[in-house]
């Protein structure tokens, strides 16, 4: 589903992308995960088209998509949740959801702000498939609320459901339970299940390496930009490049900060 080759990003002097080669095949859960700074974000940045690979080609479904717009990566399937929640805060969660369709409906803006029919049965379809979106990750009855209002969980479920209402094929999770409690990061858990049985494959970014383990089918690891490993998740936690990439990021912490306890990084939740 997803073919990517050698796809580098530098800022300036900093190489945030190295070469990385990244493969997703339909109906899989992948979980992206390394120290921060890796290249994680950056990586699905470069996939959604909201920067330019400086280097590489990216595949998605067979049609080449480096250096699309990012409306048009978004409308040949592909969506995506941020690692900081961008939601419309004074909206309510419904009209948060149906943002998601933006772009993708056949009438448009003008014909929708011109009130022309074909619009209004597209709103009402628009109405439809975000309250379904809203439904499947466990917001009923916070239709009418404001995003604002909501908990962080909560608004994170919001995220999901706005990238989730347009159906995509290939859904990006950037940190979807950070800042959640262990009950919030189960519901997750289950929601990725269910998202991927509904037939959307699933690319997750995650500090929690507990959940990743169990939950994806293979784990790939940034680390510098580069790729230290892919492969089976309890092979790749294992992995002497891995447990150094971690372990090399909890001494740092501890030089800084005397008191920061030991923990096991691999183990470790965020
Ligand atoms: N727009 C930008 N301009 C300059 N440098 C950037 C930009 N975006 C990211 N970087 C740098 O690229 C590197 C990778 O950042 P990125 O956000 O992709 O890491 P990450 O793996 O998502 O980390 P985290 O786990 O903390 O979210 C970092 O050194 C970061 O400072
Ligand atoms: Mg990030």
Not at 79 to 84: H, L, M
Not at 234 to 243: D, G, L, M, N, Y
């Given at each position: 589903m997803?073919?990517?080759?050698?796809?580098?990003?530098r800022?300036?002097?900093?190489?945030?992308?190295?070469?990385?080669?990244?493969?997703?095949?339909?109906?899989?859960i992948?979980?992206?995960?390394?120290?921060?700074?890796?290249?994680?974000?950056?990586?699905?940045?470069?996939?959604?088209?909201?920067?330019?690979?400086?280097?590489?080609?990216?595949?998605?479904?067979n049609?080449?998509?480096?250096?699309?717009?990012?409306?048009?990566?978004?409308?040949?399937?592909m969506?995506?949740?941020?690692?900081?929640i961008?939601l419309?805060k004074?909206?309510?969660?419904?009209?948060?959801?149906?943002?998601?369709?933006?772009?993708?409906?056949?009438?448009g803006?003008?014909?929708?702000?011109?009130?022309?029919?074909?619009?209004?049965?597209e709103?009402?379809q628009?109405?439809e498939?975000?309250?379904?979106?809203?439904?499947?990750?466990?917001l009923?009855?916070?239709?009418?609320?404001?995003?604002?209002?909501?908990?962080?969980?909560?608004?994170?479920?919001?995220e999901?459901?706005?990238?989730?209402?347009?159906?995509?094929?290939?859904?990006?999770?950037?940190?979807?339970?950070?800042?959640?409690?262990a009950?919030?990061?189960?519901?997750?858990?289950?929601?990725?299940?269910?998202?991927?049985?509904?037939?959307?494959?699933?690319?997750?970014?995650?500090?929690?390496v507990?959940?990743v383990?169990?939950?994806?089918?293979r784990?790939?690891?940034?680390?510098h930009g580069?790729?230290?490993a892919d492969?089976?998740p309890?092979?790749?936690?294992?992995?002497?490049?891995?447990?150094?990439?971690?372990?090399?990021?909890?001494d740092e912490?501890?030089?800084?900060?005397?008191?920061e306890?030991?923990?096991?990084?691999?183990?470790a939740?965020?």
């Open positions: 997803l073919k990517v080759k050698g796809i580098t990003k800022f300036g002097g900093l190489t945030a992308v190295h070469a990385v080669d990244f493969e997703v095949k339909q109906g899989e992948v979980g992206l995960i390394g120290p921060n700074g890796a290249g994680k974000t950056t990586f699905f940045n470069i996939l959604t088209g909201i920067y330019k690979a400086d280097e590489g080609t990216i595949d998605f479904e049609k080449p998509i480096q250096g699309l717009a990012p409306f048009r990566i978004a409308k040949s399937g969506s995506r949740t941020f690692q900081n961008r419309l004074d909206e309510t969660v419904l009209e948060n959801v149906k943002v998601g369709m933006f772009g993708r409906t056949k009438s803006l003008w014909s929708a702000i011109l009130g022309m029919r074909a619009s209004r049965v709103e009402e628009v109405a498939l975000s309250l379904k979106a809203i439904e499947l990750v466990g009923n009855g916070f239709e009418q609320e404001l995003a604002g209002s909501l908990s962080y969980g909560n608004q994170r479920r919001v999901i459901a706005r990238a989730l209402v347009a159906n995509p094929k290939l859904l990006l999770l950037d940190e979807p339970t950070a800042g959640m409690n009950q919030e990061t189960k519901e997750v858990d289950d929601l990725v299940r269910k998202i991927r049985k509904n037939g959307t494959t699933v690319i997750l970014i995650e500090h929690n507990g959940m383990v169990g939950l994806c089918d784990l790939v690891v940034l680390d580069e790729k230290i492969g089976k309890e092979q790749v936690i294992a992995h002497p490049k891995v447990i150094e990439a971690y372990i090399g990021k909890t912490i501890d030089e800084t900060d005397e008191s306890e030991e923990v096991n990084p691999i183990a939740n965020s």
